[in-house]
């Protein structure tokens, strides 16, 4: 198959359904394709007209005289298959469907939609949209788009590029970006995504030497793998992506049987997923541009989580220093060295971080760049915040100071220096030439820059599970406990000895024999939620509790589920201590397994301290999924108690999650709750797997 | 004591130290104050020149002729105090001292400064500063400060209202605010706050009709009442506050002595007291902004917790859904009428929550106003968004609709109606004007409304502790866990049986009476810790544990800490059962009295699922407290368990609330850990009280 690069470069385009008036759609995109300055030579086709906007047009794309390497179509839905017909005969490399009225709106839709992807297919045609917004390409300043947002904001070249499946969310992207100054490469809008969809834009674009950072949106991901892939592809070159992902989804039914289910919702899925391929998932569009923006010009990420701050006021570098302890960045104070250097300068500052300089530094010559020369010889700060006020805002009067920082950024390019200041567009944007962001907003600074760190922290971390699936004889029965337990058992997961016990007295005896006190559970295929039908009896103390308790289970089991087939009473020992965690894994129908990780009881539930990670993984990423728990502390000699058995907690999440790579076919969800870990060793107390529906496999 | 009006309504101004060179300090303010337009008589003063900057200046206030209002002093530290005696001795109302070098300099900067605060007292003049970057009034053009800020910006008048502490902070604020296009009605720094602080800024700001909005910002606060005063007086005029505190500052070595004062940070006390209030507290000076500038334009806030969104953009919807149940806000569906309503406007739209209207809107005449109209009138959101792109980049075009929605405003005077779009500044100030707030981000839309309708939240159930203090004998001792549980049992909180014994034969009797199991504790007043060293053993099951027990805690005991003095062992009866939680009691040094409430054992360290009232409080504030933790969720029949006995609970808080109520001028904390919540009482398995330093008291 073929690149999406002939989207982006064709040298002749023929555009269907344009139109003379330059307000309509058809119309529109003709004006902004020329406004935008493509040299490539574009054909306007028009059944009705000669002459469309000053050009020559063709009653159709079979018309035109040379050859056309790329088709914007932009006629009614009704009309589309046929123009697409022409252009795959007229021999087109790719083509654009920007009209609307195909899979989005019925199942007719769909079904005409499919003829388009199967029209492109057997003619190696690679095709955007339909009801996709168009496209921009800065590189040859290539147009095809019908976004009114052209009408008052002409693009800017520069080094972000925005993949977006929504044509409105891009246009706002778009607006907001070009209304600050923020420059693009690319712009497309996929649309219905019947070909192309925004992961391969993402693979295209990790490889476009134009585009130093990438910012994109999804609705929904039909292809989990794919965008793995090229999110990967993207942090491995280096290269920031930025990707939102609107919609908190509930979860659905069929999820929600289980509380690994329960607790993965999908969203927290693309969250898990996006952090292990190295991708930052902003809360909001301008949260967006603040990080592409610090990407854009420094093309660096902060090489390490450490940073100074430089304010005349104390009230601002406190704040700032908030924020950064807040999102993960450090502020070390100043080493002896850089202290030193810094009394220098400024004899009557205290050389702290935040150092404030007072407004005595204004008397100083050259003192801001002076200061900063300093911190940056002496130390080894990844990112210096100046705090400048207003200066920015009287360009003649900072015009020597932005010279000195410039050449200060020249000596230290792998750092970052960072302005908070009011300025004018010019002041910034010269600053800005020379890869020194500015920021209004002395919040917004700090939290552009630990954007930017997270996304170096999670490129130097990538995680791939690799590939899956072995092919493996089918589960038999794990409808019970007993018998999930006894599947996970021979996959290595540590149990306690048990027995469904079909008599009071084999009950007894068996309870004898493991050492008391005992528990008795009841054991049902038809009884998932044991415990809400009063089905689990703890510390039994001796033989004769034992018996009353067998009796008393299946009482209480025929009370309140007449019909329920029961196997009998499940008897293992009672273990006492150890800490509680809950062990899961769930099925996305998008991006595979998923573990779940969490721990301490009841934070599970009130403070969803969960983790996730994709399986399969390795023992090193089992402990990552440990430590980004908080109630793992407990595991740690919490407040003067041991030191619990982490190692067979690890390996028994590495056991769960080959099993998992076993069984994928077949598992919907498997939960271990609790999982006890205990000073020496850990222990599953409970499970429950879900399978697929058969419809489903 | 006169109030502040002074300083803001001078007629006549003596501007000691005024300067020739209008770039120079002194220059500076006499430049600004012409700049501005201010009215009254402005007279330099200046030991050498006869004109300064055109104006007739005099060689001291005294020389001036006719009287004076207010002087503004800019002259070096060390002329102050006699520049400070003649304005006095001239009969100024109020003063202004911008110079810097008193007590925020050293400890003779102190005592310089005392001898200002005396001078002015004796004559009831009031003084702003030292160290202040002065104020400007937007009702009469009075503008008396050198901040560079004005160089670049002219204040527009409005209805914001600025006080800070810092006047670096204050001029980022107001620069930011500016560039934006945000109108001030007054602005005052007040630096070192000798006499006005920025609690009475407040407060005079509270009855000022100008303003319809409170920013402010203080680094520390040195009379928590007054600042608890104004905000509430403030809060009762329906006036927003918006009041930032930067620096989380350390807990101070005393207050980590217990649980309660660990948690209680001074910081967490600063957002207790600002809730209580009626203040919102934000993180930014931006999210400020923002929150100001909705309660400026709109001059009321959000009715009630429910908004409805209209939007062109499915995925900006979303966006903005997301948002709003993040941070407390609601989305109920439209209801029948207004759906119905809605499809008459648009007849193919959806009528769901967000509203998409999809782009086919622009195709109906006044499509989205008639859908906002049917929207206001068959519903009560208190807030309605509308996500209009970048229609407000084309005021033509959009002029019509502009118009629309100003009348539509008219007509729903009380509801939000909130734009999402991009805007020119002259777009935007249109409808601005009439009450209707336009962001170009969709989430800072909803996070401004979402700060607004905190506000109104807060205002509606402001909290007042009563005065306080009774006189009461004072607190015997209370330095073992046996003695201060005396002490609160008297007072009414609920304890189990326990005594001091001092044999072995005692504890097991005693334990014998109460029943077993039984629990013995080593009595001390030298060992706070008991647990660390072992002095506590449960689960005592028979007389002969009990005896054993009283054995090993002594040897314990001794072995761990050979000097301490040992009481005896504490017998009690073995609770099982029932709810941890933790209530404590801290006296914070600024605001006083606060309660401390958590629950679920671990969650109060790992999570801080903590919360905190100002003491005392009344059962329903006591209720509040208990709400707003979030484990109090494991008292309510969490996960099929009982309904504990929250009242119990309430009662308990009630009970502490009034012992340190009585005794708190002696207290320095007091920590019931674990006070346990049962099916039917509650009851304290721990206490510790910690008196305040003698020389504290």
Not at 419 to 437: N, Q, R
Not at 487 to 507: I, N, Q
Not at 558 to 578: E, F, N, S, Y
Request: net charge negative; proline share 5%.
């Amino acid at each position: 198959m073929q690149t999406i690069h002939s989207l982006f470069f064709p040298e002749s385009v023929a555009l269907i359904g344009a139109s003379s008036d330059p307000e309509r759609i058809g119309g529109r995109v003709l004006r902004f394709m020329r406004e935008g300055g493509f040299q490539g030579t574009i054909y306007p086709i028009n059944k009705g007209e000669a002459l469309v906007q000053g050009l020559p047009a063709y009653k159709s794309i079979s018309d035109v005289p040379g050859p056309v390497d790329q088709a914007v179509i932009i006629i009614p839905a009704a009309g589309v298959e046929t123009a697409l017909r022409e252009a795959v005969a007229k021999g087109v490399k790719s083509v654009q469907i920007l009209t609307a009225g195909f899979a989005e709106i019925d199942e007719a839709g769909k079904a005409l939609q499919q003829k388009l992807v199967d029209i492109c297919r057997a003619a190696e045609v690679r095709m955007l949209g339909p009801n996709s917004l168009g496209l921009l390409n800065l590189s040859n300043q290539y147009s095809a788009t019908f976004s009114t947002a052209l009408n008052g904001l002409r693009p800017v070249k520069g080094h972000i590029a925005l993949a977006t499946q929504s044509g409105a969310f891009g246009s706002a992207t778009y607006g907001m970006a070009s209304l600050r100054g923020l420059g693009f490469s690319k712009i497309i809008a996929t649309g219905n995504e019947a070909d192309v969809d925004v992961a391969e834009c993402i693979d295209y674009l990790a490889d476009d030497a134009e585009t130093r950072v990438i910012c994109a949106a999804v609705e929904s991901c039909k292809d989990g793998t794919r965008l793995r892939q090229a999110l990967l592809k993207a942090a491995r070159a280096g290269k920031p992506v930025l990707i939102m992902k609107a919609g908190r989804t509930e979860v659905g039914a069929s999820a929600a049987a289980t509380h690994t289910g329960s607790l993965a919702g999908n969203d927290t899925v693309y969250d898990t997923v996006f952090a292990e391929c190295g991708a930052y998932r902003p809360q909001s569009i301008e949260e967006m541009l603040d990080i592409a923006y610090v990407c854009a010009v420094t093309g660096h990420l902060p090489a390490n989580d450490d940073v100074a701050i430089l304010t005349g006021s104390g009230g601002i570098g406190i704040l700032m220093a908030d924020h950064a302890s807040d999102h993960g960045l450090a502020l070390p104070p100043l080493s002896a060295g850089a202290s030193a250097a810094v009394r220098e300068v400024l004899p009557f500052a205290v050389a702290a971080n935040p150092l404030d300089t007072t407004a005595q530094v204004t008397a100083v010559a050259s003192g801001v760049t002076r200061t900063l020369e300093a911190l940056l010889t002496h130390s080894a700060y990844g990112t210096v915040f100046a705090y400048l006020a207003h200066v920015g805002l009287s360009p003649t009067r900072f015009q020597s100071t932005s010279d000195e920082l410039i050449a200060l950024k020249q000596k230290f390019p792998e750092r970052g220096l960072v302005m908070v200041m009011l300025a004018t567009p010019e002041v910034a944007a010269a600053l800005d030439a020379h890869g020194i962001p500015t920021f209004a907003d002395p919040s917004r600074a700090v939290l552009a820059i630990a954007g930017a760190r997270q996304l170096a922290r999670r490129q130097a971390a990538l995680y791939t599970p690799s590939s899956g699936q072995r092919s493996a004889p089918a589960l038999g029965d794990v409808s019970t406990e007993a018998a999930a337990k006894k599947v996970l058992a021979e996959a290595g997961l540590p149990m306690l000895p048990e027995k469904v016990c079909t008599s009071a007295e084999e009950a007894a005896t068996t309870a004898a024999r493991y050492g008391f006190p005992a528990v008795a559970k009841i054991s049902s295929p038809d009884i998932a939620h044991k415990t809400e039908i009063g089905g689990v009896l703890l510390n039994l103390q001796d033989a004769e509790a034992v018996r009353q308790a067998h009796g008393e289970l299946l009482r209480r089991a025929r009370a309140a589920a007449p019909q329920a087939r029961i196997d009998g009473v499940l008897i293992t020992p009672m273990l006492k201590g150890g800490v509680e965690t809950i062990l899961g894994l769930h099925m996305d129908p998008t991006f595979g397994p998923m573990l779940m990780f969490g721990s301490g009881g009841t934070a599970v539930e009130l403070f969803k301290d969960v983790a996730f990670a994709s399986a399969p993984v390795d023992a090193a990423r089992a402990r990552q999924l440990v430590d980004a728990v908080q109630s793992s502390r407990l595991l740690r000699q919490w407040r003067g108690g041991p030191q619990y058995d982490e190692a067979a907690l690890v390996d028994a999440i590495c056991k769960l999650s080959a099993f998992a790579e076993t069984h994928a076919a077949q598992l919907q969800s498997i939960d271990l709750n609790p999982l006890v870990v205990r000073e020496k060793g850990a222990v599953c107390l409970d499970a429950v797997i879900t399978l697929r529906e058969a419809s489903a496999i």
